[in-house]
């Protein structure tokens, strides 16, 4: 079976630190991995998504980047946090194209103070 | 524009009554549609996904209709529990996008004893 994993759970960061928060896919290969937010009381918005190594595509511009190193880890960074960056991270995979469920990861909060 | 639009935001049943839930969204060309339940600091998880050719379709407890005409979809909890407590997602995607998704906002259930 598969499964996804991404942490820290929770984190508060002063304005201005780096982050770097992580995901790994475990049981599948070569998924496409998604980066989305969740402002508080809003919808879920796509921020990056990867069809396979090195391949990043942004949807919004932003203070946020991320990476994958490796085929089932998908890294969301920044050098300089905001405080409009405080939310909830959810890293998520799907098999493929549209017709495929996505499957999301436990999230992250992230406080930026 | 695609959107998505959820009603109503919040809502608050006693155990055991049933609900629905109404879904309108805008996004074309249409792919499928998904319902996701959040719970409070989760990730959300799949209950259902239909695809143009499907009006309705349960999981359970719950059941999700699709009028693809119209542009509408609903998602009936019958029986409600203490368990449902939660947030409900409808999420579209559209046919010629990958796995691009538009989230509606959610409706927010609470179910009291």
């Known amino acids: 079976s598969q499964t996804i994993h991404q942490w820290p759970a929770t984190l508060v960061q002063p304005v201005g630190s780096p982050l770097s928060l992580e995901c790994t896919v475990e049981?599948?290969?070569?998924?496409?991995l998604y980066w989305y937010r969740q402002a508080a009381g809003r919808g879920l918005q796509l921020l990056f998504y990867?069809?396979?190594?090195?391949?990043i595509s942004s949807e919004v511009p932003q203070n946020l980047s991320a990476s994958r190193p490796q085929d089932r880890q998908f890294i969301l960074s920044s050098k300089k946090l905001l405080l409009s960056d405080s939310g909830f991270y959810l890293c998520?995979?799907?098999?493929?194209?549209?017709?495929?469920?996505?499957?999301f990861g436990e999230g992250s909060w992230l406080t930026v103070v | 524009k695609n959107q998505v639009e959820q009603s109503p935001q919040s809502l608050i049943i006693l155990e055991g009554k049933n609900c629905t839930l109404q879904?309108?969204?805008?996004?074309?060309?249409?792919?499928?549609l998904r319902w996701y339940k959040q719970d409070t600091g989760r990730g959300p998880v799949s209950l259902t996904i239909?695809?143009?050719?499907?009006n309705t379709k349960s999981n359970g407890r719950y059941t999700a209709t699709l009028d693809a005409d119209t542009k509408q979809s609903s998602l009936h909890i019958t029986a409600s529990q203490l368990s449902d407590s939660a947030s409900y997602i409808c999420?579209?995607?559209?046919?010629?996008?990958?796995?691009?998704?538009?989230f509606g906002g959610g409706t927010r259930l609470m179910v009291k004893p």
């Open positions: 049981g599948t290969s070569n998924p496409n």
């Open positions: 990867s069809v396979g190594i090195g391949q």
């Open positions: 998520a995979w799907s098999w493929g194209l549209s017709g495929n469920t996505i499957y």
């Open positions: 999420v579209v995607t559209r046919n010629n996008a990958g796995n691009m998704l538009t």
């Open positions: 879904c309108n969204y805008t996004v074309s060309p249409f792919s499928n």
């Open positions: 239909m695809t143009f050719s499907e």
